[in-house]
């Protein structure tokens, strides 16, 4: 059997991309005596442009460890999929054409929400499509992990485990700020597994009287420092009641950085305390999956080659209760899987003295 396949990256990057492209591949040329990938450039862009290149078995050898994305990827709103660009082109139609000339039997689409909004769209615009859950996030709805997410726990963990002994020398607080607009997975858990005093989450608004207190009542039993693992989407009690559009406006006016630098200046106001704010950023995606995310990646990218040579499409492949299930794109694209306030781990951290500001 032949079968041809077109393949692209979209999105924020992260850690194990290539290495579900490389378990994609390597399930199907196990499998076919004969197999065309064809890889798009820079995600969506190089779909609706025809920006690709026919790759070979070797592009996909020694990229299991590689961070990033051999294709590249790029940001391409779902919201403008239907808008023309600059030249008035309609990028559906585009998309649709460059996989009709190529005569793909399939498209294999890597990313995460807004990626698998469109993959969802070109599925109902009579195109077989597979999607494979990429984010650091974590925050895809049908699937227990993502790829991506425990090689930035990894990195975010180790940016806290730092700061620990230097906020311990110095007597001071300490905010890391951790990547997730949204949602609060990958501070929570970096923040539970670094041993974070207080945890700031999209999820549960904090109010900065209660973080503040969460800091004195540590002074009080004699500890010197406090670590505050924050979310880039962490949100106060007051800025959680405003709707999206006046909240927006709002962080246009800010005269911080990040939430991090405001809730430093506060707690410095309130306490006296000297604070110190520390943002990994983009080193939370960079660097080599960690060997969890390999094993994920391999099993989702096989599960995605059975998929294709059954000729089953139309779904994401996800990771439930430890084993790879096909999920209809219909039912999880546009749905967001974020922490919930009242969760056994949220519990559990509370119990044993973390503070989340609430
Ligand atoms: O969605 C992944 C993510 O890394 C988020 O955690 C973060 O908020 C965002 O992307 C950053 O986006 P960009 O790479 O466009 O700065």
């Known amino acids: 059997m032949m079968k041809r396949i077109g393949m692209l990256t979209s999105g924020g990057d992260c850690q194990a991309l290539n290495a579900a492209m490389r378990g994609v591949v390597k ?19 190089g779909l609706i442009y ?17 961070g990033g994305t051999i294709l590249g990827t790029s940001r391409q709103p779902f919201k403008l999929m239907r808008t023309p660009d600059e030249n008035g082109l309609d990028k559906v139609e585009a998309m649709k054409h460059t996989y ?5 039997d399939c498209l294999v689409i890597l990313g995460g929400n807004g990626t698998q909004k469109t993959a969802n769209l070109l599925r109902e615009e009579g195109l077989n499509i597979i999607h494979l859950p990429k984010t650091i996030d974590n925050d895809i709805w049908g699937t227990d992990v993502t790829f991506g997410f425990q090689s930035a726990i990894n990195i975010a963990t180790e940016a806290i485990d730092c700061i620990h002994t230097t906020a311990a020398s110095h007597n001071r607080v300490f905010i890391v700020e951790v990547m997730g607009h949204k949602v609060g997975w990958l501070t929570l858990y970096a923040g539970v597994a670094a041993g974070a005093d207080i945890i700031l989450l999209p999820e549960i608004p904090y109010d900065i009287e209660k973080v503040v207190k969460a800091i004195q009542k540590r002074s009080q039993a ?30 246009k006016k800010r005269k911080y950085p ?16 000297e604070v110190r704010v520390t943002v990994p950023g983009h080193t939370q995606r960079g660097g080599s999956p960690c060997p969890y995310d390999r094993v994920l990646c391999t099993r989702l990218g096989a599960a995605a080659g059975k998929l294709i040579l059954k000729e089953d499409y139309g779904y994401m492949v996800g990771m439930i209760n430890g084993e790879t299930k096909k999920v ?15 969760s056994k781990m949220v519990q559990e951290a509370k119990l044993i003295g973390i503070s989340f500001g609430d």
């Open 328 to 342: 209809p794109l219909e039912e999880v694209a546009g749905k967001l899987k974020m922490v919930e306030p009242d």
């Open 222 to 251: 004699g500890k010197g420092f406090t670590i505050l693992a924050v979310a880039e989407g962490a949100i106060s009690k007051e800025d959680a009641k405003l709707s999206k559009k006046e909240y927006k406006e709002k962080l």
């Open 258 to 273: 990040s939430v991090s630098y405001e809730i430093a200046a506060r707690i410095q106001e309130r306490t006296g305390s």
């Open 50 to 66: 025809g920006n690709y290149r026919l790759l070979t078995a070797k592009d996909f050898s020694g990229i299991l460890t590689m």
């Open 100 to 104: 009709h000339k190529l005569r793909l």
């Open 27 to 45: 399930s199907l040329s196990s499998n076919l005596n004969e197999l065309e990938v064809y890889g798009f450039y820079e995600g969506y862009k």
